[in-house]
């Protein structure tokens, strides 16, 4: 299991009942939030906020943090299409740096390449009008973010479940009947 893997159950698992996980498409002029059900099972577009400063933003986010009862943050690392980090992840990282400390949750980093594509081909082929693409592309865009974490961690979950039925039913047969021996 990669360290993301690892980073994802620690914060899913370390959640409250109930508590949702808002996904995040951080963009140079707007965020895109998005919201887990309760049970952390489906993502939902929420809102786009367009972005003033720092302080007037992370205020309207902590706002809808307490308003939905959020217990983490997933918000998409826009790494390049090689998996280094440039210009745009360190900025997405300083603005998570200075949010952590204002909103006391714990945040996970998604790698969100494609994403932005993905949402705008999906858009494209409903007909969504320039306008309503842009109006919807980017609190979109967090929902896939947040629907990929959510859908890699059913996913663990599932392998997991997997394996020990596997090891269950493996030791089972490799275990003699009750005064029995095993045949060699």
């Known amino acids: 299991m990669n360290d993301s893997d690892k980073d994802l159950i620690a914060l899913i698992d370390g959640l409250a009942p109930r508590a949702r996980l808002v996904g995040m498409d951080l963009g140079t002029k707007t965020i895109g939030l998005a919201l887990s059900d309760v049970e952390r099972r489906i993502a939902t577009p929420l809102e786009t906020l367009k972005r003033v400063k720092f302080t007037a933003d992370a205020e309207r986010i902590k706002g809808l943090l307490s308003r939905y009862d959020v217990g983490g943050l ?3 690392l826009p790494l ?3 998996g280094t980090e440039g210009p745009r992840s360190q900025a997405t990282r300083a603005f998570v740096r200075n949010l952590k400390g204002l909103v006391g949750l714990p945040i996970l980093f ?3 390449r494609l994403s932005t594509v993905a949402v705008t081909r999906t858009l494209l082929d409903a007909d969504a009008s320039r306008a309503k693409r842009a109006e919807s592309v980017d609190k979109m865009a967090a929902a896939y973010i947040l629907q990929g974490a959510l859908d890699r ?4 979950l599932r392998d997991r479940d997997d394996a020990a039925e596997e090891e269950a039913l493996r030791a089972e047969r490799e275990t003699p009947p009750e005064g029995g021996a095993l045949d060699d």
């Open 74 to 76: 997933v918000i998409g």
């Open 80 to 82: 390049n299409m090689d």
């Open 110 to 112: 998604w790698d969100e």
């Open 153 to 156: 961690y059913e996913r663990i």
